[in-house]
């Protein structure tokens, strides 16, 4: 079992940044891959970014390439989310989730457990 606790979300200007945190309760935190989900208000949840259980391995949706930088701490059970260069189009709840070392990762794939969300708002 592990469960999610997502933090650092807010209202920001276009333009600003935001890290998002997630922190992770168990003892094999190390055996997940993490992803990072976003859903805006009348639309489906979709992946954002994710991060393989091992290697140096990453995945971000072709809308936030370049702004965005997912990361791990396995030492502290922490996963993070920066995000730069925030757009009013990624308004949305952002959640965190955790799925088993070998299952898919990548892109809009199933998760076994995800954290509640939390809110982050882009002003134009």
């Known amino acids: 079992q592990v469960r999610l606790i997502e933090s650092g979300g807010g209202l920001v200007q276009a333009g600003d940044s935001l890290r998002l945190s997630c922190a992770a309760s168990?003892?094999?935190?190390?055996?997940?891959?993490m992803g990072w989900f976003r859903q805006a208000p009348g639309k489906e949840r979709v992946a954002v970014a994710a991060?393989?259980?091992?290697?140096?391995?990453?995945y971000y949706s072709d809308s936030v390439k370049d702004r965005f930088t997912i990361s791990r701490d396995d030492a502290a059970n922490m996963v993070y989310l920066q995000m730069n260069s925030l757009k009013p189009d990624d308004t949305a709840v952002y959640y965190c989730a955790a799925v088993e070392a070998g299952r898919s990762w990548t892109g809009n794939v199933e998760y076994r457990y995800w954290g509640r969300g939390t809110q982050v708002t882009v002003s134009s």
């Open positions: 991060i393989r259980w091992k290697g140096p391995y990453t």
């Open positions: 168990g003892r094999t935190f190390s055996s997940y891959s």
